[in-house]
């Protein structure tokens, strides 16, 4: 049976990741695991939906849901088939916690993500026709790769520390096994595996 938490993990997250992260695996590893999942895959799937410019040919409300049905099935293949593969490449690197304290480590990476998803939804509120059209102009354009630039690096930086408490790694083991880990996801989507794309 789960215990209950002494303070906050979501909050906690932001200010003491390591304590936090400590926290979750202490009392519930599989704690918002899926809902955060689910959330940054949708982030990532109206990323790619401008990228792609969707809004050209379909309505903002139809990518919206095709990004929320996505989203299910993006992070179920992320926390269960790619969280498999870190969590054996971890243990090349002496790692020895269960599954469920990767899975926790991958999910709990992706919250800085949130902080973009809520500028996405800023966007639809005020030029919802524009949201998925990728943009052209230079300064537009720029902005755009800003506000998902910093969520990416926060949740790269999370990844290491989480991995490292989830795993007891130390913290060359743990940038090596993700450095690992990023290399086969990026072989597997230059062989067209789990490569995202509408078109």
């Given at each position: 049976?789960a215990e ?17 992260m ?41 990518i919206l849901?095709?990004?929320?049905l ?5 992070a179920?293949?992320?926390l ?12 090349l690197?002496g790692g020895?916690?269960?599954f ?5 480590a991958?999910?709990?990476?992706g ?23 990728k ?18 690096v926060?949740s790269?930086?999370?990844s ?7 795993q007891h790694?130390?913290?060359g ?8 880990f ?10 067209g595996?789990?490569e995202?794309r509408f078109?």
């Amino acid at each position: 049976m789960a215990e209950p938490f002494s303070e906050t993990p979501f909050l906690l997250i932001w200010k003491n990741p390591r304590k936090a992260m400590q926290l979750i695996l202490a009392s519930n590893p599989r704690y918002l695991n899926f809902s955060l999942a689910f959330v940054t895959s949708i982030d990532r799937l109206l990323f790619q939906a401008n990228q792609e410019s969707l809004g050209i040919h379909h309505d903002y409300i139809q990518i919206l849901g095709l990004c929320v049905l996505g989203g299910l099935v993006y992070a179920f293949f992320w926390l269960y088939a790619f969280g498999a593969i870190l969590h054996c490449m971890s243990k090349l690197f002496g790692g020895k916690a269960p599954f469920s304290h990767t899975r926790a480590a991958l999910a709990w990476a992706g919250a800085p993500e949130l902080l973009s998803l809520c500028v996405w939804f800023a966007l639809l509120l005020f030029s919802p026709e524009d949201t998925f059209i990728k943009m052209t102009d230079g300064t537009s354009l720029l902005f755009l790769y800003l506000i998902m630039f910093i969520p990416t690096v926060w949740s790269l930086g999370l990844s290491i520390i989480n991995l490292q408490e989830a795993q007891h790694l130390s913290l060359g083991k743990a940038i090596a096994n993700w450095l690992l880990f990023w290399a086969c996801f990026l072989g597997l989507q230059q062989l067209g595996i789990f490569e995202v794309r509408f078109y």
